[in-house]
């Protein structure tokens, strides 16, 4: 399974971007498909996914009401709209998937086996 990132870049407080994660292999709509972010010197965090495909989205506190994710399977690709874009949103955006996660792991980075490359998203104020 391979997963290529795009869409980040340099925006401005408020602005918006629309990140995308196109895999290949063998994925489908039992994948768990999730974004995680991580800023410097920080953790790797969850910004929000989609369990399986007719599940509800599920995001972190702090992008909620703001960032939407969803999946296209025919795609095989999962977006992160982002809008009202703030500083503390700046980090290297990863995707990641995989078909063996139980729903309390769903959050946790180190359940996830396979991982983009990142995509960089930079918010000047």
């Known amino acids: 399974v391979q997963l290529q990132a795009s869409g980040g870049g340099l925006v401005q407080a408020g602005d918006s971007l629309r990140l995308s994660c196109t895999t290949s292999?063998?994925?489908?709509?039992?994948?768990?498909m999730t974004w995680f972010r991580q800023a410097p010197g920080k953790d790797r965090e969850f910004v929000g996914g989609?369990?399986?495909?007719?599940?509800?989205?599920s995001y972190a506190d702090s992008v909620k009401g703001r960032f939407t994710v969803s999946r296209d399977n025919t795609k095989k690709t999962i977006y992160l709209q982002m809008t009202d874009l703030r500083p503390d949103d700046t980090a290297v955006y990863y995707c990641?998937?995989?078909?063996?996660?139980?729903?309390?792991?769903?959050?946790?980075?180190?359940?996830?086996?396979?991982w983009g490359q990142g995509t960089q998203v930079t918010v000047s104020s």
């Open positions: 990641a998937v995989s078909s063996t996660i139980i729903l309390s792991s769903f959050r946790s980075a180190s359940s996830y086996n396979y």
């Open positions: 292999g063998r994925t489908g709509s039992a994948y768990t």
């Open positions: 989609i369990f399986r495909t007719g599940y509800t989205p």
